[in-house]
Each structure stands twice: as structure tokens, then as C-alpha cells.
């Protein structure tokens, strides 16, 4: 499974994960009278969107060629990237109209991406240990 994705990368996997990035940070970028309302709690939203995003992030860091320790250790460097972009973030709203920064939409974006890389863990190992 991973050669096919390894094969059309550019298309299945860093194409996504550009596009899921950019959405997340218009979407937090906007002020906070124009964020549009699931009706579900901000903490699940902000999990949610972590997750996909640490999902999408762990698969690019495991099919990559060109830094041989992140292809190691992908859980680790999905963590580490997407949890200290989580915080940026939140400082980042501290500058947009009715926003504000949350050390607990952090926690929950912190938590999404484990859930993410965990999924991604999972799903893999599950397709590896089918095909063998």
C-alpha cells in the first residue's frame, strides 16, 4: 500500500496535506464573527482538525526519501511539527479580531494529532499484516 502512495506521492499525499493546511490556517485566520458553527464543541473541532492533520502529515513522513531520521521515527516528528504548529497557531490568534489563544484548543489540538498518528499506525499495520 505504502509503494502506491510512495509512487504518486505528489498527487495522493503532499497535495492533500498542502490543501488541508492551508484550509486549516484560513479557518483560523478568520475573524472570530465569520468562523462558521458546526454546532459541536471547539475542543472537538480543534481535535478533529489536529487529527486530519497529523494523519495526513505522518503518511508524508513515512513515504519521504530525503531526511532518513524523520522516515524513522515518523509518529515522533508528526508530533513534535504539527503540536508546535498547534501553538503557533493559538499565538497567531491573538492578532485576529475575536480570537483569542487557548492553552486547552493547544491540549486538544495535541491530542487530535496522537489520535491522527495513531490511526495512521494502526491502518498501516493492519494492511501490512493482510498482505502477508
Known sequence: MLKYFEQHKKYLVYLPLILYWLLILTLTSLPGMDVPNIHISDKIEHLLAYGGLGFLLN?????????????????????????????????????????????????ADTVGVIIGVTIMTLLLFAVEKKQS
Open 59 to 107: 503518511l508524508s513522513l513515512r513515504i519521504q526519501n530525503k531526511f532518513p531520521v524523520v522516515k524513522k521515527y515518523p509518529a515522533w516528528f508528526t508530533v513534535l511539527i504539527v503540536s508546535s504548529y498547534g501553538a503557533l497557531d493559538e499565538l497567531h490568534q491573538l492578532f485576529i479580531p475575536g480570537r483569542s489563544c487557548d492553552i486547552l484548543d493547544w491540549t
